[in-house]
């Protein structure tokens, strides 16, 4: 087609009045202001409340999840003026314009009162060199106490198998009313076969919640649930494992935690895992960890020590695949172990030593159905360990004393 003189002058007209070519003629790219990408006004900055995760070693790590991507941080102090601020840099980088924030808190005084918050300004423009904040948002004031290192007293809840059901968790908290626990521990299955992280973040924002894991920490121990369904393989991510894996040890006073990883319940091979499973190895690697782990002067020197993870290696029946009772159990049974602490049979159990060639007692906690359901009270007082097992309706299951 042939353009005349005159029509292309025209063309040329129209280019020169639209306003993108204008600025794009006009501007380099460094000025140029794309508009802000806002969230929807109908959700709230903070997605989730804090929570506290792996007060290890006078350290603390404190998360929380913002609706849209943000600045975020922790104002922290021994005092309510708080006065202290930390965010997490990687490589010189704050990280910024994230939804997932996690700030460990490092050299704190252990057995002090801390008090913090945590703030979030949303990201609305991020470009190479412009920036653009929204209004700083601030959580309530919140506080927290490292394990002492003079006591060694502590009292702890155990919940496992709650398979997202939230009324069990609600029910089950209703008969530790007015008990005074320092931490809390999920033993496996809780957050089963997460489909999305919308599912994913729903119930750990709500379990945490419940157990007010803004002001006491919360220790997550994976079981074979949390690895199945599409989410599964972020679940990780969004906690703050003892040492950085889903295996390990830490000392609340003088009582040394040994948690394991199981993995999944059936072997790597099986047609249900199309492949994409490799547990053969993450228990092998814990035959080491344990070897090194029972030899440690931490370990040695513990008063207790208490042993657990989600599948029990004792009372599983002869047909079911338990592969880690094989690689583990010598070891573990010449660990003088206090007590071993399991779930996964949704059935609450008590194994006493010997009774099933194991050397240490062996307590399975129960199901998510409410006939099922089991919390657990762990409490050190002095130089005893006690273990009390109670069910939906309040009974006590069991009660014992290491
Ligand atoms: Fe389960
Ligand atoms: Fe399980």
Redesign the pocket.
Known sequence: MKITTKAFSGILFLLLLSPQLVLARGKSDFLMDPVPAKRGEAKPLFRTQPFLQNPIGGNITISWFTNSPSHGWVEYGTDESLGNKMETRKAGQVVANVKHHKVRLNNLVQGKKYYYRVASREVLLYSAYKKKFGEVEYSDIYEFTLPDTVSSDFMALIFN?L?KRGSTLEGLLKQVEGVDYDFVMYNG?CIDDPENEDVALNFLSFSNNQVNAAEKPVFYIR?N?EIRGAYSVNLNHLFDYVGGKTYGAFNWGDTRFVFLDCGEDKPDDHWVYYGLNSFEQLRNDQVEFLETETKSKEFKSASKRVLIQHIPLYGMGEDRYVPCKELWSDILNSGNFSVGIN??T?SFAYHEPGSLGNTYPVIIGG?PKEKDATVMILRKVGESLHLKVLGFDGSILGEYEF
Do not use: E
């Open positions: 198998d398979h299955d079981g649930h779930g996964h949704h199901g």
